[in-house]
């Protein structure tokens, strides 16, 4: 009775929003360190199978497309049943399948647990910015999405380093174990601190008398699907490939088809007569721009480090680290300063950072230092650290309330898209520049020691990349400039 009566003051009390904000940030802090670890331990992975990298690899791509694939179906869903519930019971299949990974006894095995861990983690995406937009108040949106930020580029920073440190000790298997700790910890205090009430379900009008969208579900899965594995394999089948060609088809037959029934349908899974409002047609647009044309810089940047400078992966690493931390404490403060001055003058100058970073990045060549290197990516991650947080607090206002599940989903699956489409692009762009000058047109081809002028040929490619890339930047301003006002709470 005692602790049911503590709970019930928490959850009553001006605080609840700060144990809303600590029960959400310890899993996604899991969810993020996992996703980035993993990748440190795929040599290991595949010597222990006695596999190869590419087989392996889809330890990772299989975890990234279920996320992507699941995350509006889980959104839309947690409208519907509850925010609450959708993140416990995610956190809960994140766990159990991070265990059975650990344990895993083959390849196959390891890779089917991914897959179903993967969902999980849709299901904690798709809801966590939700909560915490839902659990403070309006006029504190921002500093409540800037500081899920600042909890999500910890996670970046710490993931590498605890990855490669268990690795040290206790082997591959210690890296999806380590999660079950932190997870435990999150779903004991979700289930005792998180309200119903205060996330807004039960409630949500168009929730409680909405039924699930089954057809939206599968053709939203089929098509992101689609189109995430199309261009996860361009580069190596070729874009003007047969099977490329077919699968960029599909994408837009079953897109197609989505918007078709998505405008029909009364109970939608993605309600699209949002992007009629100039706030969020426009917040969602700079947002992919932004993710296609500045992910790439954290993409390449660590082949020129290692292929053309000569660095080490530690070292490669520890230069990473500056721009890591300044984007972990300006997501926060933008997030504040967006609900004190509004999101257009941080956004608007956030970009501008970034294609200011990407051009400084362009310069790069073969007898660069790190010296070169270094303000550019400091650039660019205070340029993403500012963008972020006022553009999906402005987005979020711009939506009613009950539809904040599947709408955070939204700005995660944009994200993940922008990420893989940007890796996808920026591979074609530098590959295709190698092999006009008659090198190997391949990623791999770029070693410390590989064939005489192959550094020169990379950095042209990068050149154009990055200059590519800053012109989506300048789109992305542009759009994020010209959009209208949020609505007012």
């Known amino acids: 009775m005692i602790a049911s009566s503590r709970i019930t003051a928490v959850r009553q009390s001006t605080h609840y929003k700060w144990w809303a904000f600590m029960a959400v940030a310890i899993g996604t802090f899991a969810s993020v360190a996992d996703q980035v670890s993993v990748n440190v331990a795929l040599h290991p992975v595949a010597r222990h199978f006695n596999s190869d990298i590419p087989t392996v690899q889809w330890v990772v791509i299989s975890?990234?497309?279920?996320?992507?694939?699941?995350?509006?179906?889980?959104?839309r869903l947690s409208d519907?049943?509850?925010?609450k519930k959708v993140y416990i019971i995610g956190s809960l299949v994140f766990a159990l399948f991070a265990i059975a990974a650990g344990l895993s006894a083959n390849l196959g095995l390891l890779i089917g647990s991914r897959v179903i861990q993967g969902a999980g983690a849709a299901m904690t995406q798709g809801t966590g910015m939700a909560i915490?937009?839902?659990?403070?108040?309006?006029?504190?949106r921002g500093k409540a999405i800037g500081l899920m930020m600042g909890v999500v580029s910890s996670g970046a920073i710490v993931g590498p380093a605890l990855g490669g440190f268990l690795l040290d000790l206790f082997g591959w298997r210690s890296v999806f174990l380590?999660?079950?700790?932190?997870?435990?910890?999150?779903?004991?205090?979700?289930?005792?601190?998180?309200?119903?009430?205060?996330?807004?379900?039960?409630?949500?009008?168009?929730g409680a008398r909405a039924g699930f969208d089954w057809q939206g579900a599968t053709l939203s899965t089929g098509m992101l699907l689609m189109l995430l594995l199309t261009v996860t394999y361009a580069h190596r089948f070729g874009w003007t490939s047969p099977p490329i060609m077919a699968g960029l088809a599909g994408f837009l037959v079953l897109s197609a088809g989505f918007i078709w029934w998505e405008l029909r349908t009364s109970n939608p899974m993605l309600e699209l007569?949002?992007?009629?409002?100039?706030?969020?047609?426009?917040?969602?647009?700079?947002?992919?721009?932004?993710?296609m044309g500045g992910i790439s810089i954290f993409f390449l940047t660590p082949f020129y480090l290692q292929g053309v400078l000569g660095y080490s992966p530690t070292q490669t690493?520890?230069?990473?680290?500056?721009?890591?931390?300044?984007?972990?404490?300006?997501?926060?403060?933008?997030?504040?300063?967006?609900?004190?001055?509004?999101?257009r003058p941080l956004t608007v100058t956030g970009l501008a950072l970034t294609s200011v970073s990407l051009l400084l990045l362009s310069r790069l060549t073969a007898e660069s230092t790190v010296v070169a290197v270094l303000p550019g990516l400091i650039l660019q991650s205070c340029g993403m650290g500012l963008f972020f947080?006022?553009?999906?607090?402005?987005?979020?206002?711009?939506?009613?309330?009950?539809?904040y599940g599947v709408i955070s989903a939204f700005l995660n699956l944009i994200r993940n898209a922008g990420n893989v489409v940007s890796i996808a692009v920026a591979t074609a762009i530098v590959t295709a520049t190698m092999g006009s000058m008659g090198?190997?047109?391949?990623?791999?081809?770029?070693?410390?020691?590989?064939?005489?002028?192959?550094?020169?040929?990379?950095?042209?490619?990068?050149?154009?990349?990055?200059?590519?890339?800053?012109?989506?930047?300048?789109?992305?301003?542009?759009?994020?400039a010209l959009r209208g006002r949020p609505r007012q709470e």
Request: proline share 6%.
């Open 132 to 140: 915490i937009a839902a659990s403070f108040p309006a006029s504190e």
């Open 439 to 480: 090198y190997e047109p391949s990623l791999a081809a770029v070693q410390v020691g590989g064939a005489e002028g192959v550094g020169h040929a990379f950095t042209t490619g990068l050149r154009y990349t990055f200059l590519g890339m800053s012109c989506l930047m300048l789109l992305a301003m542009g759009i994020s």
């Open 80 to 83: 519907i049943i509850g925010l």
């Open 273 to 291: 007569r949002y992007f009629k409002l100039p706030v969020f047609s426009c917040g969602v647009s700079a947002a992919f721009l932004t993710f």
């Open 317 to 343: 690493g520890l230069t990473l680290v500056p721009g890591a931390v300044c984007m972990l404490f300006l997501g926060p403060l933008s997030g504040r300063l967006s609900d004190r001055y509004g999101w």
């Open 389 to 403: 947080s006022p553009n999906a607090s402005s987005v979020l206002s711009s939506v009613a309330r009950e539809g």
């Open 63 to 75: 975890y990234t497309l279920t996320i992507s694939a699941l995350l509006l179906p889980m959104g």
């Open 178 to 206: 380590i999660n079950i700790p932190m997870m435990a910890l999150a779903i004991g205090l979700g289930i005792a601190v998180l309200s119903d009430e205060a996330t807004g379900r039960p409630g949500g009008e168009r």
